[in-house]
């Protein structure tokens, strides 16, 4: 039944619109699992696979026997969460001669990301990689993606794939988002379905003040009133709009189809729904409370809050999974108090919450399409090492660096140094990942905990109409929601109103708003939904 | 008017002794009339060395500033630099809109928001910051001991070399929520004062940081003005018995005259240039709203929006327009019989 709706066969032609399907088949790499070792939590509710039972070090598998590296040298584009190390540093080397290619790593700060990669997509020079996360495919992103990467299709569609085997081993689901314009372009990173944001918080001064986590809307901003002594440098949390998303059961705004749910037989977009006014409504209220941390007033050119966090300036903040981890193995040398911890997802009137799928992949490494076809297998070296599964030397190196300098080995157990902590962060992780996994053998605990959570939020997780699909919008309307998140921010910290925000989605609706919805509608109609 | 005039004759008799000073010695072209009269040949065989040395200062105009003009037509297309890997070819590739991009910008508000905060902004910054390095000069020029003189003079140009990240680091450190200020109104029994983020000091904001960075680094060229005065003018005053206020009233600030005149036109030709890396490092702490300036605009629509049609047109808009008040300032200046920038 699905079909292709309105791919681009050719350069020229038109390029929005998915593929799926038929069409979507021939081009899929093949799926060839990969059992280096089972999990002890399997996925469950969209979570990832977790390990938590000892790893034996001595004994790590080998995925990749021989390197398939030729020794060509790769410039990759990155974003970065945090500070990145020096070019030139132990981690970085080891990786490179552990695959047998020459990366150079052009890591960019994360949090503004999309202010860089339309200049560098529209320069002459792109690098030979470049990491684009969906949340910032906006504007004329997409278009990019489409003219300016290779076509992965001839090495990995069907059984081409197999020569690199931790690739055969990646979800076909994340394959299949990986498929713009009708091509296969991306390497993705698989992840859970399960929202990634988290309201991680301090539990050692929780344990220790005795504040209990809240289940309500009115149980946080009461804590958060209790918990701010700003004469003693205490804030609550910084801003809390995501999680104010997941207690109003707004749909998700991480890219702009999962933005579009089918309601009673009319598409309906996340602005216009009552629930998004209400959490924004949520987060001004928090704002004004002074419960805030000063930092958060700044957006995304605010610092860092690892440091502050650490040091108990405040004591929440939502942020991705990933930091549960990242802060504790960061902090437990030189902070052995400090605890941090996720709060299970609540609904702002206590009840059960409603949340809402994300996509099965996020995060993409593209290929410069002026690479030539040694470059292109060089980096398709570089992701077969990436992609290798929990259990291989290959995952610790990526994952934990070299043992003696990122890491020790204590009673069997890894252990991050602090040069560990600083170096191996980000960069290889980026360019393609084993299906989602979350191991962490320093921190068994953690990883229990982390997918734990996953399932429970998993539990109360629904998919959206446009759950799976890669969708490219037509170019007249790339530009029609590029205020949105801007106006939030503008709201929650109480410089524009509620209404200004229903100003805006009226005029959304007029200037184009109503035609996408029919637009949307009609791709529905030709393709199904993928959500089940 | 009679006390500017002899520090203006000075600076006459000044030009009509350098023009003709040209390298190799042409006394032919000594005794002739001053410039203009001259053959284009004869007047380029005289000052080849001259232009010789203008030539590199030349090309780069040429290739960073006019050549990249020419890419301004975009402003009348729905430009998409992705259609390929070259700029020309993309313009090329790109369909041709007419005006369409211009109506939209005239049809936006926070397009008249951003040309209301430059304006603002502008004002602010003529009056607040303009007379500052003046001050600032004449208090240096008034330092006789070397030493001191040179001390404040390196404490004043010093911020001009740290970048604006680490001014605003600073400032936030200082002024912002959880900062040095705040904590110590707080400790007080005060509220916290967030000076970083309010959007209704914004401008203020904005004009103290500048002030604090290049208000020293704008002596200078005061400085080397005021070094060009004959002090035997001050002499003479002091002998016809003016006190200190009288000389600087007199002498002082007639020489300064022509500069500030100069300074003024290129300052409100560049009136629609308030400031870029700055107010953008900022614009997330207060929003758009306060902070949206014109150049701001345009990066943010073209750059990081890709709407790069869209951003040419408001980019164009803005060229016109300081093109056009640049030759209004330089006629105004003329009117006050000033030199200002150029003369026919």
Not at chain 1, 132 to 161: C, E, H, Q
Not at chain 1, 367 to 392: C, F, H, M, Q
Request: overall charge neutral; charged content about 20%; glycine content about 8%.
């Amino acid at each position: 039944m699905p079909l292709l709706a309105a791919c681009g066969g050719s350069d020229s032609g038109s390029r929005d619109g998915t593929t799926s399907g038929k069409d979507a088949k021939k081009i899929l790499p093949a799926f060839v699992a990969s059992n280096v070792v089972t999990p002890d939590i399997p996925a469950r509710n969209g979570s990832a696979i977790g390990f938590t039972a000892k790893l034996d070090l001595a004994t790590l598998k080998t995925s990749v026997p021989e390197k398939l590296g030729k020794g060509g040298k790769v410039t990759v584009m990155s974003p970065f969460w945090g500070s990145p190390p020096k070019a030139d540093n132990a981690y970085y080397q080891g990786m490179n001669s552990l695959i047998g290619v020459d990366v150079a790593w052009q890591n960019q700060d994360g949090n503004t990301y999309d202010q860089k990669l339309g200049a560098v997509l529209a320069s002459s020079d792109v690098p030979d990689v470049v990491v684009v996360p969906g949340w910032n495919m906006t504007g004329r992103i997409p278009s990019a993606i489409i003219s300016k990467f290779a076509d992965l299709g001839p090495y990995l569609s069907g059984d081409a794939v197999k020569e690199y085997p931790n690739l055969a081993a990646i979800p076909t689901d994340a394959w299949q988002r990986s498929i713009f314009g009708g091509k296969l372009l991306g390497l993705p990173q698989p992840s859970p379905y399960v929202t990634g944001i988290v309201p991680l918080y301090r539990k050692d001064v929780f344990d220790k003040k005795g504040y209990t986590v809240p289940r309500s809307a009115d149980e946080f901003m009461a804590l958060a009133k209790e918990i701010t002594d700003a004469k003693a440098k205490r804030w609550a949390c910084l801003d809390m709009k995501w999680t104010a998303w997941q207690m109003f059961g707004v749909l998700s705004g991480s890219e702009k189809p999962l933005g579009w749910n089918l309601v009673d037989g009319k598409l309906v977009n996340r602005v216009e729904t009552d629930e998004y006014l209400e959490a924004l409504e949520w987060t001004r209220k928090l704002f004004a409370a002074g419960v805030v941390h000063p930092d958060a007033e700044l957006g995304k050119t605010a610092p860092d809050p690892g440091p502050k966090f650490a040091a108990g300036e405040f004591l929440i903040y939502a942020n991705n999974i990933s930091q549960w981890w990242g802060r504790t193995a960061e902090q437990a040398t030189q902070n052995p108090e400090f605890r941090i911890w996720g709060m299970d997802v609540f609904a702002h009137d206590g009840g059960d919450p409603h949340l809402w799928a994300e996509q099965p992949a996020g995060i993409f490494a593209f290929v410069n399409k002026k690479a030539s076809e040694s470059v292109i297998r060089d980096v398709l070296a570089v992701a077969n090492v990436t992609a290798a599964p929990y259990g291989t030397k290959e995952y610790m190196m990526t994952n934990y660096g070299v043992e003696g300098t990122h890491y020790t080995v204590k009673d069997g157990v890894p252990v991050k140094t602090d040069k560990g902590n600083n170096e191996v962060l980000n960069a290889y992780v980026m360019v393609a990942s084993p299906a989602a996994t979350i191991a962490h053998p320093d921190f068994p605990a953690v990883a229990k905990a982390q997918v734990e959570w996953q399932q429970h939020a998993g539990a109360f997780t629904k998919k959206s109409s446009f759950y799976g699909m890669q969708i490219t919008e037509p170019a007249r309307y790339t530009n029609l929601s590029d205020g949105f998140e801007q106006l939030e921010d503008d709201i929650t910290r109480g410089r524009k109103k509620i209404s200004d925000m229903q100003q805006a989605v009226s005029d959304w609706k007029s200037k184009g708003g109503d035609k996408l919805r029919d637009w949307y509608k009609k791709l529905l109609d030709d393709n199904g939904t993928a959500a089940s | 008017m009679a006390h500017s005039t002899v520090p203006r004759s000075e600076a006459e008799a000044d030009e009509t002794a350098n023009t003709p000073a040209a390298p190799g010695g042409e006394a032919a072209a000594r005794r002739k009339p001053p410039s203009g009269r001259l053959s284009l040949r004869v007047r380029f065989r005289r000052d080849r060395v001259l232009l010789l040395m203008t030539l590199p200062a030349l090309l780069l105009v040429l290739v960073f500033s006019y050549v990249p003009i020419l890419g301004n037509v975009v402003a009348f297309q729905d430009y998409d630099p992705y259609v390929s890997d070259n700029g020309i070819v993309s313009i090329l590739h790109s369909p041709w809109v007419g005006f369409d991009n211009f109506q939209r910008i005239f049809a936006d508000s926070a397009f008249w928001g951003a040309v209301r905060n430059t304006l603002v902004l502008f004002g602010l910054q003529l009056v607040l910051y303009f007379p500052i390095p003046i001050m600032l000069a004449l208090l240096i020029n008034s330092v006789v001991r070397p030493k001191v003189r040179a001390l404040s003079q390196a404490i004043l140009y010093l911020p001009h070399f740290f970048s604006w990240v680490l001014v605003i680091a600073v400032f936030q450190q200082l002024f912002g929520g959880a900062g040095l200020l705040s904590q110590l109104l707080r400790q007080h029994g005060y509220d916290g004062l967030d000076i970083m983020t309010d959007p209704a000091t914004f401008k203020f904001l904005i004009t103290a940081e500048s002030v604090w960075k290049d208000a020293g680094w704008g002596i200078i060229v005061f400085l080397a003005a005021l070094a060009s005065v004959p002090t035997d003018l001050y002499e003479a005053a002091a002998m016809d018995g003016a006190g200190r206020w009288r000389r600087m009233w007199h002498v002082t600030l007639p020489a300064l005259r022509p500069v500030i005149a100069l300074l003024l036109v290129l300052r409100v030709g560049d009136a629609l240039t308030v400031g870029f890396e700055q107010i953008l490092l900022q614009r997330d702490a207060v929003g758009p709203g306060a902070s949206e300036v014109l150049d701001t605009f345009v990066w943010w629509n073209g750059v990081r929006n890709q709407d790069f049609g869209y951003a040419a047109a408001a980019g164009l808009v803005k060229g016109v327009v300081s093109l056009g008040l640049v030759l209004a300032a330089n006629k105004a200046a003329h009117l006050m019989g000033e030199q200002g920038v150029y003369k026919k």
